[in-house]
């Protein structure tokens, strides 16, 4: 309950954010043309609060909190059919309609822009309280896996795709993304050692390569970020576990399960999920002296993997590592530049990745909605307020984004109606817009009621 709670205040903080924001957009680029604002909504339907500025503004709060509008003079004027344009005849020459294309397409363009160069101050300030930037080197490699059929080994730092340069894990995604779907065989040039060894040019195949909603692309490949040198040695045991119960302790190496020889950290955890809590036969090491345990493993609810899994109660010893990460705090101006590289790039991820479902070559189970939105809020939130403006950032540029796919509720499709008008110097009909307006609406609504389907599969 606390955490649906939690969801629900986040998701609003967030989304009254990012909404502000956008129709401040709108707002702004109607006054700095002249276009009087009837009424500036947060929220649709009823309006639950309103107040009228010194400027005749309309200053609202309305009961649907799902985004907002700007009203201007003039704006639902009908088109003027098949007459050539101009045809401002009976309009006021501060009314919407009365402008030219030109400085109706900046009002329009004005909210999405608005929520880039959010994402992009966000970024800033990002930047310049210190990132970690963690280094694309591979922690482990799962057997029969993707990753293993190219080549890739324990230690290895990635060092370019395609030619491209990758020095973080989120550089190594982002160019996962791009190449998804394509069936396309990546030159990965990689050194062992951390970067420190010889460069060898692997050939990894995307033929079997998808993109799963609960699933990371890396778990997909079958890698792991490296964090350290995990051990087969425990680390922890937690009290009045099936591990506690079976006598293990700290400092304990766990050489064979089930006699099967583990030879990492990761094997373990494999054959611990795919107990299906059956007993286990361990031989663990202790001060030289080897001898048996079993264990039998108990079910408990994972938050991350959101269903009931087995758990034994160990966790590794970690030896720490240097290279495979840095802390960096930039300058404002510095910070500023990396922002809008990093907004950039994620723009193109945004691009991309909804390229990829309309073709197919990623799944529509990917598409997310209102509840996976205020998970993440809730969640970025409970690891401090830097993280949280990381994720408001990132779905700053989404929204900024997808404002812009040219569907006719969206801004993108008013713009759309703007460039038919400037190229054929007339709107489209009334009756045009109004069909082309009703179907790009059951899209959105069908697209919103799976993202909402999506979402509470996902639970």
């Known amino acids: 309950m606390v955490n649906f709670i939690g969801g629900i205040f986040y998701f609003l903080l967030a989304l009254g954010i990012l909404v502000t924001i956008h129709e401040l957009g709108h707002f702004l680029a109607a006054r700095a043309c002249k276009v009087k604002v009837l009424r500036f909504s947060l929220g649709f339907g009823p309006v639950i609060y309103k107040k009228t500025g010194k400027d005749g503004c309309e200053y609202a709060v309305s009961a649907i909190p799902l985004g ?3 009203k201007m003079e003039g704006e639902n004027n009908p088109a003027q059919g098949d007459k ?13 309609k009365a402008k030219p294309v030109w400085q109706r397409a900046i009002i329009i363009f004005a909210g999405p822009f608005f929520n880039i160069a959010l994402a992009v101050i966000l970024f800033t300030i990002v930047n310049m309280s210190g990132i970690s930037e963690r280094y694309a080197v ?5 057997p029969m896996s993707i990753a293993q059929e190219a080549g890739f080994k324990t230690f290895d730092r990635i060092e370019t795709v395609e030619g491209k340069s990758i020095e973080t894990w989120s550089d190594f995604v ?5 190449y998804t779907g394509s069936n396309k065989i990546l030159d990965v040039v990689v050194k062992s050692d951390m970067g420190k060894g010889a460069a060898r040019t692997l050939p990894l195949s995307l033929k079997d390569f998808t993109l799963n909603r609960n699933e990371s692309p890396l778990d997909v490949l079958g890698l792991k970020i490296c964090f ?11 009290k009045n576990s099936p591990a506690d119960k079976a006598g293990l302790k700290v400092g304990d190496k766990i050489v064979l399960i089930d006699g099967q020889e583990v030879d ?32 039998v493993p108990e079910l408990k609810n994972n938050s991350k993997a959101k269903k009931a899994k087995p758990f034994v109660g160990i966790a590794a010893k970690v030896e720490p590592l240097e290279g495979l990460s840095r802390m960096v705090s930039y300058g404002p101006v510095e910070a500023f530049g990396k922002a809008i590289k990093d907004a950039a790039s994620m ?21 997310s909605g209102p509840i996976a939105i205020a998970k993440g809020a809730q969640e970025s939130a409970q690891f401090g307020l830097i993280i949280f403006i990381s994720f408001l950032a990132a779905i700053s540029v989404n929204l900024g984004i997808l404002n812009l796919i040219p569907i006719p509720v969206l801004d993108g499709g008013q713009l759309l ?10 709107e489209p009909s009334a009756r045009t817009q109004a069909f082309l307006t009703s179907i790009g609406a059951a899209v959105l609504l069908t697209l919103t009621v799976f993202a909402v389907f999506n979402d509470i599969k996902g639970l």
């Open 174 to 178: 982002y160019t996962l993304v791009e």
């Open 228 to 238: 350290g040198n995990i051990t087969n040695t425990l680390g922890a045991v937690v």
């Open 264 to 295: 990492s950290w990761f094997r373990i955890q494999e054959s611990i999920a795919d107990s299906e809590c059956r007993p286990m036969e361990l031989v663990v090491e202790r001060d030289g002296v080897k001898y048996s345990a079993i264990v």
């Open 417 to 426: 109606f703007l460039a038919y008008e400037a190229i054929m110097h007339r």
């Open 84 to 96: 050539l344009m101009p045809s401002n005849e009976g309009l006021s020459p501060d009314s919407f």
């Open 68 to 70: 907002g509008y700007v």
């Open 138 to 142: 591979v922690g482990d490699v799962a």
């Open 347 to 367: 723009s193109k991820l945004v691009v991309v990745s909804a390229y990829k479902l309309i073709n197919g070559s990623i799944s529509a189970d990917n598409i």
